[in-house]
């Protein structure tokens, strides 16, 4: 009996040892796909906001936002009622602004809210015709390719805090 009882008691904790390897395994297999479908998946995509943050995409995203610098602001884009003035080859796809000639979307995207969201370094607001757009962008305000974000912004009017007009 006694035997048995350690038989018993070994085949447990052997047991429960093998589970350890099927958490890591199943938090591993959790990862891997959460890297490769669904919602991120989606917004690294080549002609989302944060295409930059892909792999893939980062090198020459780079390279056209450095482009973009020296290209002159000629270009005017209509989103609902407000009309932006952004450098020549910028389309606005949805939301999201995108470089006509390659389809990368750049780290910079605006919306509109009947609301004020407050203060946050990674957006400005206007307020425009009873709604408050804004003009929001990816990563940290002190990355190298963040000079589009603060070049459409100072050229339209966007500002760091809700504005008069509530």
Known sequence: MRKTKYFIMAFIFLLFINSCGYIKYAYDQIK??????????????RDEIAAINNPKYKKDIEN????????????????????????????LKSKTFIDKKTGYGLPLRIYSLDKCEGYNKNYRIKYFNK????????????????????????????????????
């Open 64 to 91: 056209i936002l450095i482009d973009i610098e020296k290209r002159k602001s000629s270009s005017k884009i209509i989103f609902e009622d407000l009309e932006l003035k952004v450098p020549e080859g910028v389309v």
């Open 131 to 166: 709604k408050y757009y804004v003009l929001r962008t990816t990563g940290r305000v002190d990355d190298k390719y963040q000079s589009i974000f603060f070049r459409v912004s100072d050229e339209n009017g966007f500002k760091n805090n809700c504005g008069m007009g509530r």
């Open 32 to 45: 891997l796909e959460s890297a490769g479908n669904g919602i991120t998946k989606i917004l690294h995509e």
